[in-house]
Nanobody, 121 residues
């Protein structure tokens, strides 16, 4: 079974930092765009950031631009989300996702189980 496994979430004070990781299980996603989404309590799932298979193209939601950096280690087929200057509005479950086909921007068919990020004021 193909899985994406997130880790690195936790409780942090506003202004702090967290680094999320996402590693595949069951297959490799080295030729795929990888993305992060998040879902806050009572809200829908929102796009956070995406990175191309080469790592040369990155896209960020306006709400996190300048505070978040997405990167990937293709040797490990792991994608990271470095989050700095966290604010309470960043509190959410963060999901890693991959599209069905390589070198496409979506739709995203593969999802991880999510990792909780809680930012305390």
């Amino acid at each position: 079974q193909v899985q994406l496994v997130e880790s690195g979430g936790g409780l942090v004070r506003a202004g702090g930092s967290l680094r999320l990781s996402c590693a595949p299980s069951g297959r490799t996603f080295s030729g795929y765009t990888l993305a992060w989404f998040r879902q806050a309590p009572g809200k829908g799932r929102d796009f956070v950031a995406a990175i191309s298979c080469s790592g040369n193209w990155k896209n960020y939601a306006d709400s996190v631009k300048g505070r978040v950096t997405i990167s990937r280690d293709n040797a490990k087929t792991t994608v990271y989300l470095q989050m700095d200057s966290l604010i309470t509005e960043d509190t959410a479950v963060y999901y890693c996702a991959a599209p069905r086909f390589p070198d496409t921007m979506g739709p995203y068919d593969y999802w991880g189980q999510g990792t909780q990020v809680t930012v305390a004021s």
